[in-house]
């Protein structure tokens, strides 16, 4: 017999008991509807992930009671094992995501006390501790998830077996594609405007400095980066992060605590509020604000970009070395202003995924078609003319494997890592103690997890 924690027993018991009271009474209470290793599956775990679902405006419809049970058994495998492995995912670590995520809530709601109450939980620090559980429980999850499948690599020949065993009628079908470029002209910032913008963000930086007002609040209200502004400029980086130099250089020379001076990045200007330093990492708020353009300077821009324009259609110079020689966007500038779709890092864009915007002013497009000087605005960056074109043009089409093997690497990869973890869930559920409620015998899971 496996051994079996005495905790947990003991807990069993405790609200098998409950559950048997409230019988007799015929009230129905919260109790353990199941037991997987050190974890436990409640009752009220199942009707919490039902209304998140509708709160996420989620159809519930036809979602069982079953199929979220499963994938509660499921999770509690994973984090059971985890700690198994000897996984570590510490309290701080914890901490430092649930109050991001706390004030991310209370940001979208309006208070705590609403964000205890949509949970149901009786008073701030029962809903805390269990928010606690919840996201060590998750994080254990995913990193046991990775574990699985980090080491998970294919090759071409297994790539070419998995094509080969697809039945013609089930060949899938892969969207238009685009390769899409673009010039940008950006248009030139007066130091007047520069010194407007450096002090406003002095102006901030007196105010948390001297009153005491909240960094947090200031970043969600005046931040021109998208990215951060809702978790109130909050980032957690390392020497390593993907952040320009200049960025980085400010972060790890402030002590915790300590505000940095407006500083100058491509994006526009910052500051930099220090909050915690965990050896290598640092956590901090920023916010970035960029000057404002005149309508001169805009004016410039639109000509000096006509003018690119104008030599291009004039075949005078390539739409590539153009980019490379005159666009002012540094990320695409040396590739020929080739854009890389940032959901796969290639430069190819699926027309049906794309964003929006890109695909209204690209749809129509035939390939060498040069647009015409588009007024654009990104925030962070300000207003800009760019001028993009349509490199190649995929039209939807059945899966070839020459043309599309990287395409068909990643749907064979990612089926064998799905088999690696299938195998893994059975090898795990046969060695682990798991014990369900009578409520739930009858359910028809994916896995063994009654050892049938």
Known sequence: ?????????????????????????????????????????????????????????????????????????????????????????????????????????????GSLDKVVKFYRKKNEEEFKNYFFDIIKQNKLTTQMQNKIVDE???????????????????????????????????????????????????????DVIENGSSFYSKAVLYTEDEGSSSSGGFYKINRKTGFVKEFKEVAFSLGEGEISEPFETEFGYHIIMVEKIKGQEVELRHILMSPKVSSDALADAKEKIEQIRAKIVNGEISFADAAKSSS???ETRNNGGVLLNPRTMES????????????????????????????????????????????????????DFANDYLKIKDLALTDKKIKAIAKWTEEKINETYISINADYKNCDFTNNWQKK
Do not use: W
């Open 1 to 109: 017999m496996k051994f079996i924690n005495k905790s947990i027993i003991a807990l069993t018991l405790l609200l098998s008991s409950s559950i048997l009271f409230a019988q007799n009474k015929k009230q129905k209470v919260d109790g353990v509807v199941a037991v997987i290793g050190d974890y436990v599956v409640l009752d009220s775990d199942i009707d919490l992930e039902f209304i998140q679902l509708k709160a996420q405006g989620v159809d519930i419809k036809n979602i069982t009671r079953c199929e979220l049970f499963g994938k509660q058994l499921e999770d509690k495998l994973y984090a059971h094992h985890a700690i198994q492995d000897s996984i570590v995912v510490t309290d701080e670590e914890v901490y430092s995501y649930m109050n991001q995520q706390l004030d991310a809530m209370v940001e979208q709601v």
């Open 152 to 206: 998970v690599t294919i090759t071409p020949e297994e790539v070419r077996n998995f094509f080969k065993e697809i039945p013609k009628d089930e060949i899938p079908v892969f969207g238009a594609e685009v390769e899409v470029a673009q010039i940008v002209v950006k248009p030139v910032v007066t130091q007047e405007e520069k010194q407007a913008t450096i002090d406003k963000l002095n102006a901030i930086r007196k």
């Open 328 to 330: 002012d966007q540094k």
């Open 348 to 399: 190819r864009f699926d027309l049906t995924k794309m964003d929006p915007t890109l695909y209204s002013q690209i749809s129509n497009f035939k390939v060498g078609q040069v647009s015409m000087p588009i007024l654009d605005e990104e925030r962070g960056v300000g207003k800009f003319y760019k001028i993009i074109t349509v490199n190649n043009k995929t039209e939807e089409h059945p899966a």
